[in-house]
């Protein structure tokens, strides 16, 4: 491996870094454990309740799996799944978790759902369970577990447990790579490559499908009241009548963003999707978005990724 800096581009693995860094923003996260009597109803459950999750610029959360949970480490000793959901406010993060885990995981076959982040003030809690308790229809009862209470709700095949509340914490979003390749195919399978990678991560999510983003977007619009459109400068189809950010080699451009609980763990899983994607064939170079420091206050340069 050889690493090489200039003042216009580094370089990794014959790969170019373009010397910039990638700007995220606050928002808040949490945690959820769901399991089930098998894994693949836990995981059934977490796939549902996490979709259509992928940017709060036209979503209510963003939102993936985190990782599966082994009986062990899960509060009722059955397989479980870590989701990580997050929201611009503690109060967007409730309203819409009352309303996904309402709909995909107390639907879903022999589930309960727990709170993955402990030890938080009650003022940075949100009620998920006490919520859904009045499904019940005065059939529901609670117990505690520890220091937290838990209700149980009669349904179908026997009850859904769901913790009361759910700790948040302040997270970031938007941790970015731009993989520009040879070829879609190679592009593509670089990028794949790197999610991979960074699923391995604790704290972290991809929020969009496979972890991968073939409509990367700017901010505003020609059209009046678009928050955001097609980032231009990087669709191949557009080089020869826009500003193009495009090396001449680059036929296809896939975006990985990432959502922590920290931002330790998106800077990990920026520095892992990078050296991922630059020893993967085909790629001609790897960038970061970003909107000159307005957006955000955390700043993921790639040259310290290196």
């Not at 082994?70 to 000793?77: K, N, Q, R, S």
């Not at 109060?91 to 759902?113: E, F, M, N």
């Not at 990028?191 to 999510?205: G, Q, S, T, Y």
């Amino acid at each position: 491996m050889s690493i090489e800096t200039s003042p216009v581009a580094l370089n990794l693995n014959g790969v170019e870094v373009v010397d910039t860094f990638a700007e995220a923003f606050p928002i808040t996260g949490t945690r959820l454990i769901i399991t089930a009597a098998t894994a693949k109803w836990a995981r059934i459950a977490a796939l549902v309740m996490t979709g259509n999750a992928t940017s709060v610029i036209a979503c209510d959360v963003e939102a993936a799996i985190e990782r599966s949970v082994p009986p062990a480490e899960t509060p009722d000793g059955r397989p479980g799944i870590a989701v990580l959901v997050f929201a611009f406010s503690r109060d967007a993060l409730a309203k819409a978790l009352v309303g996904r885990v309402g709909q995909s995981v107390l639907t879903c076959p022999t589930t309960a759902c727990y709170n993955g982040i402990s030890g938080v003030a009650k003022d940075r809690q949100i009620s998920i369970g006490g919520q859904l308790r009045f499904f019940g229809d005065t059939f529901q009862s609670s117990k505690k577990l520890g220091s937290q209470r838990l209700w149980r709700i009669p349904v179908m095949d026997g009850e859904f447990v769901c913790e009361d509340r759910f700790g948040t914490v302040k997270g970031v979003a938007g941790g970015n790579l731009l993989i520009c390749g040879a070829s879609q195919e190679h592009t593509l399978l670089a990028a794949e490559r790197a999610a991979i990678a960074i699923r391995k991560l604790p704290d972290v999510i991809l929020p969009f499908p496979g972890g991968i983003v073939r409509s990367g977007s700017k901010v505003g619009s020609r059209y009046k009241g678009l928050k955001a459109s097609t980032n231009d400068a990087y669709c191949p189809t557009l080089r020869a009548v826009v500003n193009t950010e495009l090396p001449a080699t680059a036929e296809a451009v896939y975006e990985i963003v990432m959502d922590g609980l920290t931002p330790e763990a998106v800077r990990a899983a920026m520095r892992t999707g990078l050296h991922a994607a630059c020893a993967s064939p085909g790629v001609v170079r790897v960038t970061a978005g970003n909107y000159g420091g307005k957006l955000g206050p955390f700043h993921f340069h790639l040259r310290e990724l290196l």
